[in-house]
T-cell receptor, first 110, second 114 residues
Framework: RKEVEQDPGPFNVPEGATVAFNCTYS??????FFWYRQDCRKEPKLLMS???SGNEDGRFTAQLNRASQYISLLIRDSKLSDSATYLC???????????FGTGTRLQVTL | NAGVTQTPKFQVLKTGQSMTLQCAQD?????MSWYRQDPGMGLRLIHY???????DQGEVPNGYNVSRSTTEDFPLRLLSAAPSQTSVYFC?????????????FGSGTQLSVL
């Protein structure tokens, strides 16, 4: 089993829709989690960290479920500019152990 | 601040050639790393460094060398290029990855080995 697994998509949604992605992980020692966004042919950029209590940043909400070993990203009121690949990342706290998922592609259409 | 600067943006090599991908950051970050990104594989760590003079192997180090003589620079050397090294390479830095500081990425290098 991969350490971090994501549905590759693509998720095709109309503008204004709500969309959610899940990411499952193995290794319960994983300490912290992140969502990175990667636009086509660009570098990844941090979207948000994921906290156990859940956290929200504008239209974006991230949740962590340690019991079931998954994290989620909810995007409300999708914009065309949200079209990108969303990478799930986990960090076990040591220098080398930042593990990236393969990404979920989102395409928002008119 | 320029952030993380990676050069070149594109490179084509013949099998057996060697080259160096350059990476520099001006944020005084201790942690620097190199990743490769292949379709369906996600970003995979090649080598990393937690400070000047200190380097270590990541998940896929074979065929690559690194050095960290200064805090700012972390070049990646391909010793004898192989077609399997065709990929997109990203350099990334962070103040301190062990306390979950975010990674800053360079803009990437598209490498093709023929």
């Amino acid at each position: 089993r991969k350490e971090v697994e994501q549905d590759p998509g693509p998720f095709n949604v109309p503008e204004g829709a709500t969309v959610a992605f899940n990411c499952t992980y193995s290794n319960s020692a994983s300490q912290s989690f992140f969502w990175y966004r990667q636009d086509c042919r660009k570098e990844p950029k941090l979207l948000m960290s994921v906290y156990s209590s859940g956290n929200e940043d504008g239209r974006f909400t991230a949740q962590l479920n340690r019991a079931s070993q998954y994290i989620s990203l909810l995007i409300r009121d999708s914009k065309l500019s949200d079209s990108a690949t969303y990478l799930c990342v986990k960090n076990t706290g040591t220098a080398s152990k930042l593990t990236f998922g393969t990404g979920t592609r989102l395409q928002v259409t008119l | 601040n320029a952030g993380v600067t990676q050069t070149p943006k594109f490179q084509v090599l013949k099998t057996g050639q060697s080259m160096t991908l350059q990476c520099a950051q001006d944020m005084n970050h201790e942690y620097m790393s190199w990743y490769r990104q292949d379709p369906g594989m996600g970003l995979r760590l090649i080598h990393y460094s937690v400070g000047a003079g200190i380097t270590d192997q990541g998940e896929v180090p074979n065929g690559y060398n690194v050095s960290r003589s200064t805090t700012e620079d972390f070049p990646l050397r391909l010793l004898s290029a192989a077609p399997s090294q065709t990929s997109v390479y990203f350099c990334a830095s962070s103040y301190d990855i062990s306390v979950n500081e975010k990674l800053f990425f360079g803009s990437g290098t598209q490498l093709s080995v023929l």
